[in-house]
């Protein structure tokens, strides 16, 4: 059974950071894009940041330059530490997988979210 298990949210003041680890388990972690949205409530889930299995990664417009992804694949865990943080990062993050085997296979699993508040 496919797991995505996030931790590290929580309350920290503007310009502060946090780190978010997921684990994973229930997939091939190294055939699988990971990756960080977040979501506030009336707004769609929108992506923060992915990685490729190969170390590829690209980010939002709006953390580009704070937010950092990576993964350790030993430990089939993604992290994405969020630096010089701000009230509009306040959202509810999931970590997701995405495989795709050409184009027989495409498939995603989700976690269930941790919640970051910037607030002062």
């Known amino acids: 059974q496919v797991q995505l298990v996030e931790s590290g949210g929580g309350l920290v003041q503007p310009g502060g950071s946090l780190r978010l680890s997921c684990a994973a388990s229930?997939?091939?972690?190294?055939?699988?894009?990971m990756g960080w949205y977040r979501q506030t409530p009336g707004k769609e889930r929108e992506l923060v940041a992915r990685?490729?299995?190969?170390?590829?990664?690209d980010y939002s417009n709006s953390v580009k330059g704070r937010f950092t992804v990576s993964r350790d694949n030993a430990k089939n865990t993604v992290y994405l530490q969020m630096n010089s943080l701000k009230p509009e990062d306040t959202a509810v993050y999931y970590c997701?997988?995405?495989?795709?085997?050409?184009?027989?296979?495409?498939?995603?699993?989700w976690g269930q979210g941790t919640q970051v508040t910037v607030s002062s």
């Open positions: 229930g997939i091939i972690f190294g055939l699988n894009t």
């Open positions: 997701n997988a995405h495989l795709e085997l050409g184009t027989l296979i495409k498939q995603d699993s």
């Open positions: 990685i490729t299995g190969g170390g590829s990664s």
